[in-house]
């Protein structure tokens, strides 16, 4: 193995309390890149084949020309195609001779990318400057019998789909890498929040956790960029947030203890300060006792996991029958600015907008806006994403220049948090010039 080189400006170091982390040698200014890292191993989504590049992940307005055996892995040029041959070759053939029936997840797909690239790695990758992959944490011991019955799923998709291409290691190492990935893994999403696919980053995975995070995650095509949402000083560590920030300090510690088994102790989880504003009860006449606002949280917290559950089966129409029966039901005790209530409104939008229902789309969004710049920290994708779905939508509905005011405050926050001269950022003001 190669010595570890190291990324200019950062070091790695033992974290109070938290393990390994990672802090700055130096200052670092709002929207400023701290570093970048390559997925050391990606796969894109079945759902996005046609427009995005299976192997640099950039996207294209025009249908990209196909993988001529299997006709579903798309590529910019033929340089692309060649350099992801040695991953596409795990998957062409079984997609020929399972047709419709090859349906591996998606982690197993990255997790079958992964043991092929281990059996020819010889030195340390580029992803890999501060921590190996085979030294990620891997929480073995915390799973519970739900975890440890998806892990042998998966381990035995991997035997289904895989077996004639790749030699796999043994049981206890298939069962840590898998536990590895659940751990480690990151959603790759584009500037809309739409997922494009799983990677593995290393180098990022060293990043510790707080609900107040100092920089934020973004992806360049395979790349993984953090950049500095808050002022950094030298020494200071840097903070990443792994879940969504929406939710009240109780769902969030829950959330980060079922997946990522530790508890939070950030400065928002300890004061518990935005907890009023995200519980917003409704101004009634008479009082809303405290047990009707517990019964409402319990009954929100099991419709959202319904919902969750009824995305797989239902068509729109119910599903969007069981956002608007969740909202009147919430509306009773919560105002429409409660965490609960802008949930289902942002799942019913997203419905609209698959229904093609844009009116209806634009009440929900209107809504959650103003919540949302309250609750979400400033520099936050959330927000950008929904300025960027509300001025999309005002310019289809022809509503220019409310149109092009949402569009300039999504500018505002992706220059920051994606980089001035990212595509995104270049492809809006594009948009908003009308070209």
């Not at 609209?352 to 969004?365: I, Q, T």
């Not at 509503?399 to 990212?422: C, F, N, P, W, Y």
Request: proline share 3%; net charge neutral; charged share 25%.
């Amino acid at each position: 193995m190669m010595e570890c080189e190291g990324i200019a400006g950062i070091e790695r170091f033992s974290s109070p309390g938290k393990g390994r982390g990672l802090r700055v040698t130096r200052a670092y200014e709002v929207g400023e890149l701290l570093f970048s890292c390559p997925a050391y191993s990606y796969v894109l989504s079945v759902n996005e084949r046609g427009f995005i590049c299976e192997q640099c992940f950039t996207r294209s307005e025009w249908f990209l020309p196909k993988c001529g055996k299997c006709k579903k892995a798309f590529y910019c040029n033929v340089n692309c195609q060649k350099k992801n041959w040695p991953m596409h070759k795990l998957e062409c053939h079984a997609m020929c001779v399972y047709g419709e029936n090859w349906c591996p997840s998606e982690t197993v797909r990255l997790v079958a990318r992964i043991i092929a690239r281990l059996r020819h790695q010889r030195e340390r990758s580029p992803s890999e400057k501060l921590l190996l992959l085979k030294d990620m944490e891997a929480h073995m011991e915390d799973m519970d019998n739900e975890k440890k019955e998806m892990t042998e799923a998966h381990i035995a998709g991997l035997h289904h789909f895989y077996s004639k291409h790749l030699d796999f290691p043994d049981h206890h190492a298939l069962l840590t890498l898998l536990s590895q990935v659940h751990c480690n893994g990151f959603t790759v999403e584009d500037e809309e929040l739409s997922s494009l696919g799983l990677a593995i980053f290393p180098d990022i995975a060293l990043l510790n956790h707080s609900c107040c995070p100092n920089v934020i995650v973004t992806y360049r095509g395979i790349h993984a960029e953090v950049r500095a949402v808050q002022k950094i000083s030298q020494g200071q560590e840097i903070y990443t947030s792994y879940i969504d920030l929406l939710y009240p300090t109780e769902d969030r510690i829950e959330k980060l203890r079922d997946i990522y088994y530790f508890s939070c102790d950030c400065k928002e989880c300890t004061t518990k300060s935005m907890d009023m504003k995200k519980m917003n009860v409704r101004k009634l006449s008479d009082e809303i006792s405290q047990k009707e606002i517990r019964d409402m949280v319990f009954y929100a917290r099991k419709a959202m996991e319904d919902f969750r559950k009824a995305k797989l089966e239902k068509s729109p129409a119910e599903l969007l029958e069981m956002c608007e029966l969740s909202i009147d039901k919430m509306s009773t005790v919560f105002d429409d600015a409660n965490i609960y209530i802008l949930h289902m409104m942002y799942q019913a939008m997203g419905i609209c907008l698959f229904m093609e229902n844009y009116d209806g789309a634009v009440r929900y969004g209107e809504k959650i806006m103003k919540p949302y710049t309250v609750l979400y920290p400033a520099y936050s994708l959330n927000i950008a994403s929904m300025y960027l779905k509300m001025g999309r939508l005002y310019m289809a509905l022809d509503r220019k220049s409310t149109g092009i005011s949402a569009l300039q405050k999504a500018l505002a926050i992706m220059e920051v948090v994606h980089g001035r001269d990212h595509t995104y950022v270049t492809e809006l003001k594009q948009e908003i010039r009308g070209e």
